[in-house]
Structure formats: C-alpha cells, structure tokens
C-alpha cells in the first residue's frame, strides 16, 4: 500500500506514516513539521501558518490552526494561536485578482521578513477550501505563498484529505497547481470511503531529520488501529478500481460540470458559479418568496426528487462519485433548477 501510495503522490514524498482518520493524519503532519525544527535544535519554528477560512480538523492541534466559528469556539482557551494569513477567492470575479494577489503576497513578505525564524510550517487546503463553502483560489496565489515561505525555510504542508485521490480532476491538487509540498495528509479517498485509513507523507529532507540513534529522534506517535491491515486491504482495492475505471470518469467531470452550470449561468436565484475537477458550487442568492428557505427545507426538497444535496451556508455543491454517468449527472441539474425556481 505504501508502495501504491509514494508512487501516485506528487514526487519527492517518499516517505509515509500511517493512521486512521482526516484529522489524525492533519495532527500527524503538525507534529512531524514541529519535531522536524527540535530534532535540529533550531531556536523558535514553534508557531504555524494557515489561511483564512481554513478547516483542518477536529482534535486540539487541527482545530488550532483553523478558522475559530461553530465547531471550536467553546474550546478556544485550550488552542494555540496560528497565523491566518488572507485569501483572495478566485471565484468573485474580481476584476483585478491578479492585483490583490500581488497585494496580500507582498503583505505577507512583510510579515515574514519580521517574523519568518518563528515558523515550523505553513498549511494549506490547495486551491479549494471545501468546509468553508467551496471556496477556489488560484494556482498563482498558491505557488506565491509556497515560494514565499520557502524562502524563509519554512516547510509546507498539504492537507489534501478532501483534494485528493482525484477530486480536482487529477490525482492530488499538488499535481493540478503544479507545487508539491514537504509534508501531504491524505484520508477520506484513499479508501474510497470504505474504511477508516490516513497517510501523512514527506520528503527526504523531514525524514532524515528523524534518523540517529537518539530515541528522542523518534516521532512518538501511534494509534491502535494505524496501518489497519484491512483498511490497507480496502485500499489496495479501491486504488486498483480507481486505476482501471474511475480515473478517467474523475478526469472529464470539469467538463461535464462546466456544460451543466451553463444552463444554469442565467438563474437570477444563484451566482458565483463554479468548477474544479468533480467539484461544481454556486451561492444561492435569498430569495423574498421562496418555497423553501433553510437548508433542511433545501436537503428535503432534494432528497423528495432523489438526489443527495447539502447546501454549505449559502453555497450548494455538486460532488458526485466518480461512477456517475452523464446522464444522471444532467439530473442533478435539472433537479437543482427545479428546487431553486421553487
Ligand atoms: C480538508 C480537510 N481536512 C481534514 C478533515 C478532517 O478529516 P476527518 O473528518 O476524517 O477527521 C476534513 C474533513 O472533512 C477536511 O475536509
């Protein structure tokens, strides 16, 4: 499985350490980026950087480095404080993204020239954030910040637990924005959502921080069910499957979604329509005199003509499994235009 995995992930991670769940392999990756500077008795590297908007997780460490709303709040006094550094969403048809990129690139330049030395690494969810409501940005603001980061040392960390095994239309974000990181957190696909199994891997350059015969060297974490041989099993399966069938399905679903959301272009109920790779969102506009205006009044409505929705916030997303065929990917719409001219 491990073999599987190094060779389908973006080069060089070839390195893998194994759990059980999105979060885990998140807190994994926290934990290697922090050990990775103490191993080497670097002086501060103690904090993170993250985005806004981030969502990483549920346990202490994830929900430290997230946006602070709903799932954290009460549990506030017990997080550390991570940098949140801005995020130009690509989707506002913003006239001059390019322009505001530069702009908060070049902020965070300046933060970094003051305090990059107190940075383990920095984490992001590439090009897609997906709790935060389907939120795309570009591949430029990605590898701005990457390069930025880098040039102060500072590791890079990929949660691609909901990007990867083709979501974004190839198999790892990293590969659609052209950028790998040192450290990738992988879950949710690897199984194909069959059993519970996550990966965190890395390059050379972290793994090597943790040779020597020192046990204080030794990244000191496990959980009973890591490397769960049946999830590895499941696995193994589920890429085979992947392999041979779904990757073409997952590699023309932008085209599909992209002809689908132009029949919707024009509904005055919806805007900021968008795709990547299986990933299809659109913000629903309120409406005076609608039908049904929460989302359990949405999720019925769906679920009545048979399809599985669940509105995020104001943002619908269509998120299909890659077996889907055209035709029913045409039914999801039709449905949409349906419920939301109700
Ligand atoms: C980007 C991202 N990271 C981490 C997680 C946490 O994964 P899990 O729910 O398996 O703990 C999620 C889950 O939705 C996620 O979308």
Known sequence: MADRLIALTPKPLHHLFYSDNGSTAVEVGLKMAFQFWR?????????????????????LGTMSIGERGLF????????????LLPLPYSY??????????????????????????????LIVEPLIQGAAGMKLYSARYLKGLVELVRSQGILVIFDEVMTGFGRTGEWFAADKAGVAPDILCVSKGITGGTMPLAATLCDDLVYEAFL???????????????ANPLGCAAGLASLSIMEKESEANFRHL??????????LKNNPRIEHLRTLGCMAAMEIRPQKKARY?????????????????????????VLPPYC?????????????????NA
Do not use: C
């Open 39 to 59: 191993n080497q008795k670097a002086k501060g590297r103690n904090r993170f950087l993250a985005l806004q908007g981030a969502y990483h997780g549920d346990t």
């Open 212 to 226: 020597g015969d020192e046990p204080s060297l030794t990244l000191y974490h496990g959980h009973s069910y890591t």
């Open 324 to 340: 889907i065929t055209r035709d029913e990917l045409a039914l999801v719409y039709q449905v949409i235009q349906e419920v939301l």
């Open 254 to 263: 932008e085209g599909w979604h992209t002809e689908e959301l132009r029949s």
């Open 92 to 121: 506002w048809e913003k006239k001059d993204l390019e322009a505001e990129e530069d702009r908060l690139l070049a902020q965070t330049a300046q933060h970094l020239a003051q305090e990059g030395e107190n940075y383990a690494a």
């Open 72 to 83: 954290n709040d009460l549990f506030g006094e017990l997080l550390f404080q991570a940098k």
């Open 293 to 317: 205006t929460t989302r359990k009044e949405l999720m019925h409505a769906f679920a009545e003509k048979g399809i599985l929705l669940r509105p995020l916030g104001s943002s619908l997303y």
